[in-house]
């Protein structure tokens, strides 16, 4: 059934929690729905925007002059399945983690280092959301979706995804063109477990390592670093981590010998940006009720009652920031809803 509400606040339906309220909020359960409303006057006149769990969304202004198109979409079937393998085609409206739990109950791998990130699985295709070693492009088999212009289905195999670090074909090239209605992900009988990465081997018990191990793990270290957006609004990481020239970090070492760096391929580093803004001296500081989370200066928070305008300041000055000290642009991953 569609929903449909208007002049609505969505407050609780975005993870950084700031009053913020939507001209029209609708929700869809099936994709003949989501291609009936592309049909309606209300579509077709307004301005709208796609939205899952809205854990990558930085609205701002305090009002959205639109509609929040918000896909219910559920249901998890099996594809294909051999002796080793699992093709799992998932709805765009199910809680990414509620499938994560669902793929470690089964004993299928693949998910399990992406347990607990916020959001939805519509999302997950087009974020090609990542952590601990893991993109979920690793796993994506195909990605469903409605073209907008036509409501004509369409579906993209891996490839044609066009998948990179945070971003994705949807992103880009056809940003504002489709909308994913459900992605089926290849999932592993017998894992092969990711564990090299961070502090994540460590965090786990010694002896053989289940798939329940390697969850519960991630969790708990999320749990420690990152804030829960029930108790303090965020969108994650605010800015991506720069990618530079080889060249240009030879050069910016010789003043900052201390600064980490990852090696992308032979001409370029990525350098993290938490550090950059931690050394640029923002740990903790605030604008008005926006401010860079204590714990990790990636995250910037809804401390205390923030408004858009005090978030979208704080990044835009340490954004400047970054840029005078190093010479290094950073730009947001978050998504700006205007
Ligand atoms: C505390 C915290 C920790 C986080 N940690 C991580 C992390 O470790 N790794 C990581 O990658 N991300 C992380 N994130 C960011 C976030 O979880 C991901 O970007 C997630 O995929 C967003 O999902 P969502 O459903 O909330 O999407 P939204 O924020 O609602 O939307 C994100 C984008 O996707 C588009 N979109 C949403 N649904 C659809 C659809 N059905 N069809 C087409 N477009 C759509 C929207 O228009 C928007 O452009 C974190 C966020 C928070 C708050």
Not at 100 to 118: D, F, H, R
Not at 213 to 228: H, Q
Request: hydrophobic share 35%; net charge negative.
């Amino acid at each position: 059934m569609i929903k449909v509400k208007e002049n609505y606040s969505i407050k609780e339906l975005h993870t950084f929690r700031m009053p913020v309220y939507a001209r029209w909020f609708v929700e869809y359960e099936t994709v003949d729905e989501l291609r009936s409303l592309l049909q309606s006057d209300l579509l077709k006149q307004n301005k709208f925007l796609p939205i899952g769990g809205g854990s990558n969304l930085l609205f701002v202004r305090e009002r959205y002059e639109g509609v929040l198109l918000h896909s219910a979409i559920k249901g998890i079937s099996i594809l294909q399945e051999t002796e080793s393998e699992v093709v799992v085609k998932v709805g765009a409206g199910i809680v990414w983690d509620d499938f994560v739990a669902y793929c470690v109950s089964q004993g299928w791998g693949g998910a399990e280092n992406l347990s607990y990130i916020p959001g939805e699985v519509g999302a997950s295709a087009v974020q090609n959301i990542g952590a601990y070693g893991v993109e979920v492009k690793d796993i994506i088999h195909e990605v469903e979706t409605v073209e907008i212009a036509t409501g004509a289905t369409r579906v993209f195999q891996n490839p044609e995804c066009e998948y990179g670090y945070r971003s994705s074909i949807f992103k880009h090239e056809l940003k504002g063109k489709y909308i994913v209605t459900a992605v089926s992900y290849r999932l592993q009988k017998t894992p092969t477990l990711h564990l090299d990465y961070g502090n994540l081997r460590n965090s786990l018990p010694e002896g053989d390592i289940t798939l329940a191990d390697v969850r519960e793990a991630v969790i708990g270290i999320r749990r420690s670093k990152l804030p829960e957006p029930d108790e303090c609004g965020s969108a994650g990481s605010f800015f991506m981590n720069p990618v530079i020239p080889v060249e240009q970090y030879e050069r910016l070492k010789t003043t900052y010998p201390d600064m980490p760096h990852y090696v992308v391929d032979e001409t370029h580093v990525k350098v993290p940006a938490g550090w950059l803004i931690d050394r640029c001296g923002w740990k903790g500081k605030s604008v008005g009720g926006a401010a860079v989370y204590e714990k990790q200066c990636l995250v910037l928070v809804n401390k205390h009652n923030a408004l858009p305008s005090d978030v979208v300041t704080l990044a835009e000055m340490i954004r400047q920031s970054v840029q005078e000290t190093y010479g290094i642009t950073i730009n947001p991953e978050v998504n700006y809803i205007e």
